[in-house]
């Protein structure tokens, strides 16, 4: 395989898909040594057919706005992967989504729920619906009608869709009721995020943020450092930034600033339990505004309109919101500023200059496929108590997530320790995510 030609023919076929170019050369660069070195991935040709997804689907979504106006959105979802599992991934709600968007993100899904170690292939879905300052009523009116056009192509042993941005418990509530009156079946495993008291599993809505920070955790202790008494930057407020912000003060760490589209509050003593509470409330107004933090509590937040979390000084960065988010310009601020680990909890959070930013200084990075497999991985879990009509307490979904991110740790460390013993996470977790898609599409034939 040779990464360039690959590029070449997919930028052709797909030149204006940026992110999904961005994604795919990624991988591509990092297991191209290891692929080379096993002729019968060539010979089945894995990589060109692990790069298209299966299948796409795309629809129209009609609904009625508060004024009574008829709106049009554009839905889809992407089966990428089914090698190891039925399609797993989220949807995702923004007014950005086009297909590019929802290919990268199902791309890494695919690699992202190989290293969990449960049987998941990958997915990824959405909307160009925007959530921003609509109603609830505008909320559910569209997750039913979105609903009602994807509920045919999913099952619980076909394609299990779940949130990501702009889609939490409450959409994830109107769709399945939606869902259930078009099956006319009480069929719990078809989505997960679901309520606790509906087949939903405890620790889901935190689990993304928990499991990035014990995957932080094991990093900081491979590198013989503490997360206790360090400073954290986190971008976004929404359910990641949310458990992030509540595992990381759980820790001892303090989370010195948390920012949002509009600009970034600094919190020079540290996030404090109403604040995190709050970050609900904000996610749950739709208004998309950081600011409202430093309303609420003045005398605590500080906001500065139009500035990124990455302007404040911190030790530790956990982009927690959205693609591409951390920038080269960003990643010389942090490394400036005297941060030295960034830990991605967003998916593809950082641009590839800002990583090899912070490569060069040897700063401690990992990649957010490894970083918040924590999410879907719980997901999974709920899949199985849904399967097996049962639910875990607290401590058991939190030990298995603990040991779920535990190995996915030790994954990255086995593919990704280099020669002069720098650990390169993004080629740990590429390659350790490859090799068993790989493994498992050579065994299941052309197809
Ligand atoms: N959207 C999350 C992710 O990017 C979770 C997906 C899921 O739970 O299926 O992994």
Known sequence: MKVAEIMANLEQKHGHEVEYLQAVREVLESIEETYNQHPEFEKAKIVERMVEPDRIFTFRVTWVD???????????????????GPYKGGLRFHKAVTPSMLKFLGFEQTFKNALTTLPMGGGKGGSDFDPVGKSNAEIMRFCQAFMYELWQVIGPDQDIPAGDVGVGGREIGYMYGMYKKLAREYNTGVLTGKGATWGGSILRPEATGFGALYFTQHLLHKAGKDIKGTKVALSGFGNVAW???????????????????????????????????????MRA?????????????????????????????????????????????????????????????????????????????????????????????TSGLEMTQNATHISWSAKEVDEKLHFIMQSIHEACVKFGTQKDGYIDYVKGANIAGFMKVAQAMLEQGII
């Open 243 to 281: 458990g992030a912000a509540t595992k990381a003060v759980e820790l001892g760490a303090k989370v010195v600033a948390i920012s949002g589209p509009d600009g970034v509050c600094h919190i020079p003593n540290g996030i404090d339990t109403e604040m995190i509470n709050y970050m609900l409330d």
């Open 285 to 377: 107004s739709n208004r998309n505004k950081v600011e409202d933090m430093a309303t609420k509590f003045p005398q605590k937040a500080q906001f500065t309109a139009g500035k990124k979390a990455w302007s404040v000084k911190c030790d530790i960065a956990l982009p927690c919101a959205f693609q591409n988010e951390l920038n080269c310009d960003d990643a010389k601020e942090l490394i400036a500023n005297g941060t030295w680990c960034c830990c991605e909890v967003s998916n593809m959070g950082c641009t590839p200059e800002a990583i090899h930013a912070f490569q060069s200084a040897k700063l401690l990075f990992a990649p957010g496929k490894a970083v918040n497999a924590g999410g879907v991985a």
């Open 66 to 84: 508060d004024k009574g106006e008829v709106q049009t959105n554009l839905g889809y979802r992407v089966q990428f992967n089914s090698a190891i």
